[in-house]
């Protein structure tokens, strides 16, 4: 039996890409390599905040997922480059749209948290 994909059933594996692509780092990664290959440091130093460790689970993640490409150069010392698959690259426009979004409205977001705080009837 066929079953078409629904990111609101519980079961369905867009789900678990879903939270991979749009978890804190997914979605910064994604945006990082929009620019091109970058190397693990040089994608470090790009997303201010990351860990080592999240970066590397994250980027594994997505790699796992089909967005990222992950070459490893068989040299002394290791060289490993990322960059974005043609599905990666697709997906990374989407977030880069919602983030421009989001930021493009900065301005409008501490008044409208404002109004929610403000609402008495709010629990």
Not at 73 to 89: A, F, K, N, S
Not at 103 to 119: C, F, H, K, M, Y
Request: with cysteine; net charge positive; aromatic share 2%.
């Amino acid at each position: 039996m066929l079953h078409l994909p629904d990111v609101m059933n519980e079961k369905c594996p867009s789900r678990r890409v879903l939270g991979h692509v749009t978890s804190r780092w997914g979605v910064l990664i994604l945006i990082a390599l929009q620019g091109g290959t970058m190397r693990f440091s040089a994608l470090r130093r790009r997303i201010g905040g990351v860990s080592e460790r999240m970066l590397a689970q994250s980027l594994r993640l997505l790699e796992e997922d089909g967005m990222v490409r992950r070459t490893a150069h068989p040299v002394v010392p290791p060289h490993v480059d990322y960059d974005l698959t043609p599905l990666g690259l697709e997906v990374a426009a989407r977030v880069k749209a919602l983030a421009d979004c989001l930021e493009g409205n900065l301005a409008r977001i501490p008044s409208a948290q404002a109004t929610v705080s403000g609402d008495p009837g709010r629990t």
